[in-house]
C-alpha cells in the first residue's frame, strides 16, 4: 500500500515558479514510477509529467515541456514537480499518483496505468 500526499498548490501570478511536492509512504514508494496529473475545471484529468523509480527517466507532456520538471529525492520519499513561467491555463488541482508495476520507458501517461492517487493541491495562476 502506497499513500500519498501533495503539498505546495497557491495562488501564484502569471509568470511565477511554484513547487509541488508529493510525499509518499509504505515500502513500496521507492519502487513506484511516479506521474503528476492535473484537472481544470469542467475538463477531464490530463498527464503533466513523469518520472521513474530510479529517476533517471522523465517524460513530458508537451504544455509543460521546457516549463516544469520533475524530479525525486528518494531519501526524502518525496517526488517534486518544479513548476516555471506559470501560464493562466496550468490553473487546475494537481495530483501525484505512483505505480509500482510500471517498469520500463516510455513511461506512461495514462492515468489508468496508476494505482495510488493523492488528494490533490490547487494551483491557481492569475494573468
Known amino acids: 500500500q502506497v499513500q500519498l500526499v501533495e503539498s505546495g498548490g497557491t495562488l501564484v501570478q502569471a509568470g511565477d515558479s511554484l513547487r509541488l511536492s508529493c510525499e509518499g509512504s509504505?515500502?513500496?514508494?521507492?519502487?513506484?514510477?511516479v506521474g503528476w496529473f492535473r484537472q481544470a475545471p469542467g475538463k477531464e484529468r490530463e498527464f503533466v509529467a513523469a518520472?521513474?523509480?530510479?529517476?533517471?527517466?522523465?517524460t513530458y507532456d508537451d504544455s509543460v515541456k521546457g516549463r516544469f520538471t520533475i524530479s525525486r529525492e528518494s531519501a526524502k520519499k518525496t517526488v517534486y514537480l518544479h513548476m516555471n513561467s506559470l501560464k493562466p491555463e496550468d490553473t487546475a488541482v494537481y495530483y501525484c499518483?505512483?505505480?509500482?508495476?510500471?517498469?520500463?520507458?516510455?513511461?506512461?501517461?495514462?492515468?489508468?496505468?496508476?494505482?495510488?492517487w493523492g488528494q490533490g493541491t490547487q494551483v491557481t495562476v492569475s494573468s
Open positions: 499518483a505512483a505505480e509500482p508495476t510500471i517498469l520500463t520507458v516510455p513511461l506512461s501517461v495514462n492515468s489508468d496505468d496508476y494505482r495510488y
Open positions: 509504505g515500502y513500496t514508494f521507492s519502487r513506484c514510477a
Open positions: 518520472i521513474s523509480r530510479s529517476g533517471s527517466s522523465t
